[in-house]
Structure formats: structure tokens, C-alpha cells
């Protein structure tokens, strides 16, 4: 999924776990404008009112989950750049991901080496690769 390079600033975890959320703030380290939300629906508020560069989105969330929150942000920002984290590894979700416009499909927990390539491939343009799908 080759796009056009983008300057990673601002920085929106969505997560209904803190510990989860801590860790990708963690593996992000300084020098990002970090954002966070713990459910779908506080997320997308967040993404409407703040011009985000990158998006973490869990995908298994009460309420709105992740699913709809990725498509709802897709409808406000076709451009956008969703990372969507999942253990679901199953191949049907990262294609339904993928389908409805994350840039990437990343398994829950993410390493911080996923987050830095992810990062950088936004940044360069490079191709951007999906982890670990297991066939159905």
C-alpha cells in the first residue's frame, strides 16, 4: 500500500486499554503530539476536531469498536492513515481492515519495531506491510 510521504506530528492512540495505550506511547517515544482516546466514539471525536497525521486503532472495542470507528474516520477523511492493531490475525478482518482504507494492519501487542516501520514508511512513501495473517 505505496502512498505519498507524510510529516508524522500529531498522533491519536484509540484503545480501550490504558495499558495497551501506554505501550504505544511508550514504543512512540518523544516528539510526537500525542492524543488519546478510550473508546470509539470519544476517538472520532478527537480525530474530527484535531487535523491528525496517524492513527492507532484497536480494533476490539465496546460501544462503537474499532471496525466502525475506522469506517466512520474514512468517511470524514478518505486520506487519512489508520494503523488498525488486532490479534485477530484471521485473514477476512485484515482484508476488511485493508478494504475499508487502514494503511496497516498491525497484531496486538505491537512491537515497537512495527510502530517505527510503520512510521517511517508513512514518512518515505514505502510500501506498508500487514503482520502475521494466519489462513482461515
Do not use: W
Not at 66 to 78: H, I, Q, V
Not at 113 to 120: D, G, L
Request: hydrophobic share 40%; glycine share 8%; aromatic share 4%.
Amino acid at each position: 500500500m505505496k502512498g505519498k510521504p507524510v510529516h508524522i506530528n500529531r498522533v491519536l492512540i484509540v484503545d480501550d486499554s490504558l495499558v495497551a495505550r501506554m505501550l504505544l506511547k511508550k514504543c512512540l517515544g518523544n516528539g510526537f503530539e500525542l492524543y488519546e482516546a478510550e473508546t470509539g466514539e470519544q476517538g472520532l471525536d478527537v480525530f474530527r476536531s484535531i487535523d491528525m497525521d496517524l492513527v492507532f486503532l484497536d480494533l476490539n472495542m465496546p460501544g462503537m469498536g474499532g471496525f466502525k470507528t475506522l469506517k466512520a474516520m474514512m468517511e470524514y477523511n478518505p486520506q487519512a492513515k489508520v494503523a488498525v492493531i488486532s490479534a485477530d490475525r484471521q485473514v477476512s478482518t485484515i482484508m476488511n481492515c485493508v478494504t475499508a482504507g487502514a494503511c496497516t494492519v498491525l497484531k496486538k501487542p505491537p512491537r515497537e519495531e512495527s510502530i517505527q516501520k510503520t512510521i517511517h514508511a508513512l514518512e518515505t512513501g514505502e510500501d506498508l506491510l500487514v503482520e502475521g495473517i494466519q489462513d482461515e
